[in-house]
């Protein structure tokens, strides 16, 4: 089955709403024509409303959000829900990156919660999963990932999960300028892989995408994206500036 590759940026708590939009024109122009490819980038909240009228709705540079809250409107200060996501012009909502995890205590169960609101909110969710150094040293990769799909994807029936992404950011990897070797990326990607194969099905695990992050830069997102089961990334620093993320792009 062909998969059409993403390549995502995830702005973190960077650039202002200016600067969001600038940039965001800068890509969209750089990256006009490209092929192949399905383009993301989540810029903050309060920036997606800013760049997605800037852009318009048929710009080939698509939106996604940073985070959701897994209800869908209460007194809950500070939360953006679903529902307003796809209202500021995105289509996609990371979840459970590993700051995420490793700062505001988000949980595997607290992932599956925000699943949930994504799909019900019509966004594609593209859900975090990966290692920490000190896991993969002890040899608990496999088994780290096995329960952050299983505890992650809980309760969720095949059809549910026809559209959700995968992507696999190895914790050690992201911002420390490291990169899992290729063999340790086609190792991690096949068993994922294999695993949605065993727990769901044939059909489902041939389809979903399954996303590389952890320090992607123009010098070796094509080495990255010649690997069988790497059906694209999601990109941090190298995606803040337009014209690295374009060559990113254009693998």
């Not at 992404?165 to 290729?182: D, S």
């Not at 010098?219 to 620093?237: C, F, H, P, S, T």
Request: glycine content about 10%; overall charge negative.
């Amino acid at each position: 089955m062909t998969r059409i590759p993403l390549i995502a940026g995830n702005w973190k708590m960077y650039k202002t709403g200016t600067q969001a939009v600038a940039a965001a024109k800068q890509l969209a122009d750089l990256s006009k024509g490209a092929q192949g490819v399905d383009i993301m980038i989540a810029p903050t909240a309060l920036s997606l409303p800013l760049v997605a009228a800037a852009l318009g709705k048929n710009s080939q540079v698509r939106l996604g959000a940073q985070n959701i809250y897994p209800g869908k409107e209460g007194a809950f200060t500070g939360e953006v829900s679903g529902e307003m996501i796809r209202d500021a012009g995105a289509d996609y909502v990371i979840i459970g990156h590993s700051e995420r995890r490793q700062y505001f205590g988000e949980t595997d169960e607290s992932v599956g919660l925000k699943i949930r609101a994504a799909l019900d909110a019509e966004l594609t969710p593209v859900m975090c999963i990966g290692e920490t150094e000190s896991q993969r040293e002890a040899d608990k990769t496999f088994f780290v990932l096995d329960k952050q799909i299983s505890d992650g994807l809980k309760g969720f029936d095949l059809e549910e999960l026809d559209s959700l992404i995968l992507a696999y950011e190895p914790v050690w990897a992201i911002g420390t300028g490291k990169t899992a070797g290729p063999e340790q990326v086609k190792e991690v990607h096949g068993f994922l892989r294999h695993l949605l194969k065993e727990k769901y099905a044939d059909e489902l695990a041939a389809k979903i995408r399954i996303l590389y992050g952890g320090s992607v830069k123009p010098g070796n997102i094509k080495d990255l994206m010649q690997l069988e089961d790497v059906d694209g990334a999601l990109v941090g620093g190298a995606s803040l500036n337009p014209e690295d993320f374009n060559k990113i792009i254009r693998f």
